[in-house]
């Protein structure tokens, strides 16, 4: 098969997606690697990324795909936003997005921002165009102890915190350059 990115993104996709999961992102990286990441709302074990790369080496060898190894795995916790089903499925989490220009907005610096970290409040779509609205508010997820102690101790000696007011603001999907999930990790066990 000769195939082009899109024809293999479009069997990648299928396979994955036939599979129970949903495909995430299709890698080329250097050396011949070719990486599968997927997800499930369930999360992703071992054995569902073997299963997986067993299907896609399978399908690889029929469809004449020329690759040197293949990885499969899970997202992880900073999960990347790529679809717009991304975005509506986690409409009020944490998240780092980065735009190609500076957006302007009240409460922004004169130059406007480029990266926000903030919370995910709406998606819209309206003639094609999807809308994100967005709540920047510069949170930081919740800290390691180590982290913590680090910040009590520079509290202590007089160093002051800035709270930043939340700005919110919209942008459209075409303006994303890249977005993460921001982990939200629990360290007191609750």
Known sequence: MTETSTDLL????????????EFVDLEHLPRGLLRVT????????????EQVSNQLTYLF????VDYERLEVSSPGVERPLKRVRDWERYIG???????????MAEGFPEAGRRKLDGRIQAVRTQDSQTTIDFLFTDEKPAK???QAARERIAQKRGKKTVAIEPVAV????DQVDRAHLIAELNFKGK
């Open 170 to 173: 919209s942008f459209t999907i």
């Open 144 to 146: 390691t102890p180590a």
């Open 93 to 103: 989490k944490l998240v780092h997005v980065e735009l190609f220009a500076p957006l």
């Open 10 to 21: 479009t069997l990648v996709e299928q396979t994955v997606e036939g599979m129970g999961f």
């Open 61 to 64: 060898t029929v469809e004449n």
């Open 38 to 49: 997927m997800d499930s709302p369930e999360g992703v074990g071992v054995d569902d990324c």
